[in-house]
């Protein structure tokens, strides 16, 4: 699905999408594979995931006082 200006999802052109697919079909065309975002933007977190969290002893724990 195509993505806006904003970010939004609009529909696509179900024209539009035929021609492409006829080009792609006859060789008029190249198809461009993208790949996910999800993957790249899993290692780009900023924040450590569980396998890097390193666990404290019970001694440096902080208890918070509520």
Do not use: F, W
């Amino acid at each position: 699905m195509p993505i806006g200006p904003n970010g939004e999802k609009r529909p696509a052109s179900v024209v539009s999408n035929a021609v492409r697919c006829m080009m792609v079909a006859t060789g008029e065309a190249e198809e461009k594979i993208i790949r996910s975002t999800a993957l790249r933007r899993a290692r780009e977190r900023s924040y450590p995931l569980p396998h890097q969290v390193v666990m404290l002893a019970p001694t440096q724990r902080r208890r918070k006082d509520t």
